[in-house]
């Protein structure tokens, strides 16, 4: 064979080998990729929706404890009393204080949640060696369920506290008293003042990430118990579903209906499961919200530096009775409980549209190596 040719062959096979080795990596990265943005372009809309919700079971987890010191009024005269329709002495705006943090955060923090609930979800069917449908066993698949929720909330607290915090902080700015708020009583002017304020005066681990651990055990129960609910209206929704389309296989070719049947039960089961997560752990979350917004100034056992998770329990029950705990529970509800819908719906909206392909790398490609 001439040099030439010989060349022009070696070339095309190294150029061949590229392009299989691009491909390769560009198949893999897709899905997660793929899943990524869906989750983060969800929680940002269930967000934008539910923070005003959010704000008000925020301020009324803290206003309990500023009785003690004398503003008993402070929650009314904040605007929580207020009529939120109304714009007057910006009313309306006050109820999305700390949301500049959110979306800047949440859509990265939703994006990591969903990548860790795909992926976790189809690495154990694949070590399993099933597909998570008749052959796994009921212990298996709450296993799964739980293990699904931890490893998303893992994910998404990482990215998720210091908006937390900075969130929290903004939320009920108004409402706590100069003595009780953290950074010596200075209120921020906005999300960037925030940042810069709390990095240099409390640092990353005692700021930013204030409260990682007791988030986790806020939301760790709550995923694990939220996504066994979840998976288990999926079941009674898929088997409702089977059922009518043996009745109607005429009607395969009306795509929107069968598009919004399908995502429908979703919303479904997010809001049922949401909800009664959201009532287990209430508790811990509002010790949660307390500790990364108030000091431990006129707590019980608290000489004024921050605040515990233990240290914040012991006080509310002592002070303020146990059923004092599930202060704000119904607004958190209201907050929680209708993001997860819309977080869902939209999540697998996006989904079945096929503007990202997630359907192209569902099980098959995952469970069959």
């Known amino acids: 064979m001439p040099r030439d040719e010989r060349r022009d062959g070696e070339e095309v096979v190294k150029k061949n080998n590229a392009t299989t080795t691009t491909t390769t990596v560009s198949s893999l990265l897709s899905p997660f990729f793929d899943q990524f943005v869906a989750g983060a372009a969800s929680g940002l809309a269930s967000r934008l929706v539910t923070h005003p919700m959010d704000t008000i079971k925020s301020r009324m987890q803290v206003h309990a404890a500023t009785r003690r010191t004398g503003h008993r009024g402070a929650l009314l005269r904040s605007g929580f009393g207020r009529n939120i329709t109304t714009t ?3 009313a309306f705006f006050g109820y999305y204080k700390g949301f500049g943090a959110v979306a800047l955060g949440s859509p990265l923090a939703s994006g990591m949640y969903f990548l860790g609930y795909e992926t976790t979800k189809k690495t154990l069917a694949k070590v399993r060696g099933d597909d998570g449908g008749e052959t796994t066993t009921a212990a298996a698949a709450a296993m799964d369920n739980v293990l699904t929720g931890i490893v ?40 960037f003042d925030a940042v810069k304020t709390i990095a240099q005066n409390e640092g990353v681990k005692n700021g930013l990430m204030r409260g990682y651990w007791a988030q986790n055990f806020v939301w760790w129960p709550w995923s694990a118990s939220y996504f066994v609910v979840y998976e288990k209206g999926l079941e009674i929704f898929s088997r409702s579903n089977n059922n009518n389309n043996n009745n109607n296989n005429d009607d395969d070719d009306d795509d929107s209906v069968q598009t919004v049947y399908n995502v429908s039960p ?71 409980a209708p993001g997860s819908a819309i977080s869902f719906y939209a999540y697998e909206s996006i989904r079945k549209s096929g503007m990202l392909r997630l359907d192209d790398y569902d099980r098959d490609d995952y469970d069959d190596p």
Request: hydrophobic share 45%; glycine share 8%; charged share 15%.
């Open 266 to 336: 979703h919303a479904a089961s997010a809001f049922t499961a949401a909800t009664f997560a959201t009532v287990l752990t209430h508790p811990l979350d509002l010790c949660k919200t307390r500790i990364q917004t108030m000091t431990a100034k006129g707590m019980n056992g608290g000489g004024g530096g921050s605040l515990t998770l233990k240290m914040a329990c012991v006080d509310v029950v002592k002070t303020e009775g146990v059923l004092a705990l599930y202060r704000g529970v119904w607004a958190r509800i209201l907050s929680v």
């Open 152 to 191: 998303a909330q893992a994910l998404a607290g990482i990215a998720y506290t210091p908006v937390d915090v900075i969130k929290e902080r903004m939320q009920v700015s108004s409402v706590l008293p100069k003595h009780l708020k953290t950074n010596n009583g200075i209120d921020y002017r906005n999300v």
């Open 88 to 90: 007057n002495n910006n």
